[in-house]
């Protein structure tokens, strides 16, 4: 066996990973590091000439030291690649956005803000406020239709009542916390998911027409609210009351799947009473399924879209 390069850890085999801590930390070594990413990324392709507004020509820049800017060297043009970003304006450094970022991108089910908070030694409420503009600005989810053999399914959603409460208080916490997530996945490929108002037929449907493509095969449970899908596609339903799971291809496992996955993720990290942040879980959730297949494409997607 050749010996080990302390300096050079290698990845097991068998690791699900794709993109490790050690390999963010070796590609992000520093602010600087994450501040010239963006420089690339956003205004200048090879890391010296960018597009001089002010000259209204390309220009040689150089960096401003100090500063978070480079300087065009014919006419002094300032220009600042956080401009326009989540991280333009927070006081908290670029080096830990990144770090937050591929965070989220690395785990299966979600991470606390509270972990964040440890991590990364900023306060509880400045952790929240990140992982909130992550996954209601990088994470939504896109207009794109489902299409194919697509599975809708819905589920109940409650809220984690707090320690210090006692049954009655946790219930009701629970009652009023409850959120109604309509999802639906295209086998073997993407999924979508929303708070709906109700889970009466209207919303459900107009929803699901707003997903999928009409030439699609959608398949459900017996749910009521479903019934009148076969108007728009073609339908195909399991009922799960009598037993029957698996009917030839007609079945919801996949998108059960994915609930299974959400709900273990919401139950310990969903805290507060507002379905406004429930939607933000669920663009985590729909975004980290939707990039699976490869970790380091799901973070270059969000640094990405961060540089939009
Ligand atoms: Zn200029």
């Known amino acids: 066996m050749p010996p080990v390069d302390r ?19 070796r590609e992000f070594p520093d602010d600087a590091a994450c501040l010239e990413w963006l420089w690339h990324n956003r205004c200048s392709e090879d890391g ?9 020509r390309e ?4 960096k401003v030291r100090e500063r978070p800017a480079w300087d065009c060297d014919s006419c002094g043009y300032h220009m600042h690649p956080l401009a326009g970003t989540i991280f333009h304006k927070s006081s908290t450094s670029l080096h830990l956005w990144f770090y937050a ?4 991108t690395s785990t299966r089910c979600g991470v606390a803000a509270k972990q964040l908070e440890r991590e990364l030694g900023v306060t509880y409420k400045t952790a929240w406020r990140m992982f909130n503009l992550i996954r209601n ?6 207009d794109e239709p489902l299409w194919g053999s697509v599975e809708v399914d819905e589920a109940s959603v409650d809220g984690k009542p707090r320690k210090h409460m006692d049954r009655a ?6 009652e009023r916390s409850r959120a109604t997530v309509l999802a639906a996945v295209e086998r073997g490929g993407r999924v979508k998911a929303t708070v709906v108002p109700s889970r009466r037929g209207p919303h459900m ?7 999928v493509k009409p030439e699609s095969i959608v398949y459900t449970d017996e749910w009521p609210a479903y019934n009148t899908l076969y108007t728009h596609f073609d339908h195909s339903r399991v009922r799960h009351a009598s ?5 030839g291809d007609a079945h919801t496992n996949t998108i059960e799947g994915f609930f299974g996955n959400l709900k273990t993720g919401v139950r310990g990290n969903y805290k507060k009473v507002s379905h406004r942040w429930l939607q933000g879980y669920l663009n985590e959730f729909t975004f980290r399924y939707n990039h699976r297949s490869d970790e380091r494409a799901m973070f270059q997607t969000l640094l990405l879209r961060a540089a939009e």
């Open 7 to 25: 300096s050079n850890p290698v990845r097991a085999n068998s690791s699900e990973s794709s993109y490790s801590l050690m390999e963010f930390m």
């Open 48 to 56: 010296e000439h960018a597009f001089c507004p002010k000259c209204d």
């Open 59 to 62: 220009r040689k820049f150089h």
């Open 101 to 104: 970022i591929h965070l989220m």
């Open 137 to 142: 600005k990088l994470m939504t989810q896109d």
């Open 169 to 174: 208080s946790a219930a009701r916490y629970r």
């Open 205 to 211: 449907k107009q929803q699901v027409i707003e997903w």
């Open 243 to 247: 037993g029957e799971y698996v009917i």
